[in-house]
């Protein structure tokens, strides 16, 4: 995984006139890539497709999401579907599942599988800006965005 990029606003370290636009540039182009399509791709079912049409509207409004994002958003659907399911399986048939023939018990496998999509739809979730510290980042940055440059500063820049 590459280094994350920090914004503009967060930046501590000085930075040339040229590098600050050049910054600012990129941050713009974020917005510039086609928007995200609302319909959901046709492999998405049950469970998928109800969390991409529940969240899908919310990040189109509120990120810079665009169509590039569309498989990752998808995969966070798929995973989201995939807990559902390990849930309802460990439910009926608890964490451990007795053998009827021998009487061995064994773990049930949907709890591993479970755990897994956790760890995807965790990483994905904070890749797509949906997790809370994501969105306290975005909102931190929005807010020092819109906060006055120091004048001091900017005469030194």
């Avoid at 399911?85 to 009827?100: A, F, H, M, P, S």
Wanted: net charge neutral; glycine share 2%.
């Amino acid at each position: 995984m590459g280094q994350k990029i920090k914004q503009l606003s967060t930046l501590k370290k000085h930075l040339t006139n040229e590098e600050r636009d050049q910054r600012k540039d990129a941050e713009t182009a974020l917005f510039d890539y086609p928007s995200l399509d609302l319909t959901p791709p046709d492999w998405l079912h049950d469970r998928a497709l109800t969390e991409w049409q529940r969240v899908s509207p919310y990040l189109k409004a509120n990120t810079p999401i665009s169509e590039l994002d569309r498989a990752l958003l998808a995969s966070y659907c798929r995973a989201y579907a995939t807990i559902q399911t390990c849930e309802n399986d460990i439910r009926k048939n608890g964490l451990v599942q007795t053998n009827q023939e021998t009487g061995a018990r064994k773990p049930n496998p949907y709890v591993a599988l479970q755990s897994q999509a956790m760890k995807d739809l965790k990483s994905l979730a904070n890749d797509l800006g949906m997790s809370l510290s994501s969105r306290a980042r975005m909102e931190l940055n929005k807010q020092k965005d819109d906060t006055p440059e120091d004048s001091f500063e900017a005469m030194l820049s």
